[in-house]
């Protein structure tokens, strides 16, 4: 029993002690010319399509804060946080708006909140919540966009969004149990998501797009890989995250409208953590002039055929192509790779001879490959 009551004791001191401390942590704050807001995020409502990652509060996150005269930054550090809630100080006095990131702010005008959503993103989630509030001592922070979470690859350098419809720009938000938008004085119609590595990508746009106005590209290298469109006719919700899937799947609903290095789109796995494109045509090889040029046919079915200049380059001349490489052997007199400027005499030895050159490895970049022997 007097266990029990020393162990009360000591809890009622630890108590009493922090409230002694957050009393003079606030008395130090007043007579700072300082007053306390506690700021707390909102989760987004719903999510369309699968997962998606919900808001935290992060250091270094940073906080834009006004009462519609002046106006502070605030960056966040790791004693600041405490879950989903976070306790600032602040010497603006009267009603005050926030915005979170605090580059998307653009200023309070006639009571409401102006946000910039941006035309040009990293696809970090952080970047693409665009969250705001307004009160007194607390901030309680909802998001005012919609949010797509579109899945990317390393190769991937780009995703442009665009619409018929302005998507992003300057809005104004009326804060209240739900937000409202307005458009502000600057708009566009378009979103770049840039990434250098792959995995999930988050793009903010304006509420109340309608799906049907907008086109998803997919840029490799500055050349259009993948497209995708909607024929839904509904609007985005604010404050709901939307999946709008995996660039490199066709079954997303993706069409590969560009060049793929001339291979197929599907890939095939051949080991647990490797695969495989097959080629969109035969191997062919075009005589430059002076040597050959590589690249595959665009079609399955496009092929040179058993014509003149295909089993033999007779007079070599610039633009001759061949899709027909015959067996080479050790003893043969005429060049690797099976490009021959004769029908007869492909080998001085048997069958079962040697090849004449190993083709090495073959890159293909943009259509055009380059064996090297080895």
Known sequence: MKKT??????????????????????SEAQSEGLRTITC???????????????????TG????ISNGTSSETKTLEAGDIDGNKVTLSTSLSGTLYAVCPASAQNGVTGGKIGIKIPTSTDGAFANAHIAVAQGDGTLSFKN???????????????????????????????????????AGASQAKSVTLTSSTGGARYVAIAPGTAFNTVTFTAIKTATNWAVKTSTSTNSAVINTIYTIG?????????????????????????????KVRFSKGNLQATYNGSSYDWDFAEHQYDFVGNNPGNT???????????????????????????????????????????????????????????????
């Open 144 to 182: 005012a966009v919609t949010i797509l979470n579109i899945a990317t690859s390393d190769e991937i350098a780009a995703v442009n969004i665009s619409s018929t419809a302005n998507i992003a720009g300057e809005f104004n938000v009326a804060y209240g149990p739900s937000l409202t938008l307005e």
């Open 40 to 58: 707390y995020m909102e989760t987004p409502s719903d999510t369309k399509g699968g997962g998606a990652t919900l808001p935290e509060w992060h």
């Open 246 to 274: 995996n660039v490199a799947n066709s079954s997303d609903g993706w069409t590969y409208t560009g060049d793929n290095n001339g291979s197929l789109w599907g890939q095939f796995s051949v080991s647990g953590d490797k």
């Open 5 to 26: 009551i020393n162990n009360i004791l000591f809890a009622a001191l630890v108590v009493l002690a922090a409230a002694s401390c957050q009393k003079e942590l606030s």
């Open 61 to 64: 996150d940073q906080i834009w």
């Open 312 to 374: 033999t380059i007779g007079s070599q001349t610039d633009g001759a192509k061949v899709d027909l490489f015959t067996w080479v052997g050790e003893g043969c007199l005429y060049a690797a790779y099976g490009i021959n400027t004769a029908n007869t005499g492909y080998s001085t030895t048997s069958r079962t001879s040697a090849l004449k050159s190993d083709w090495g490895v073959a890159y293909c970049t943009s259509k055009s490959i380059t064996p090297t022997t080895t």
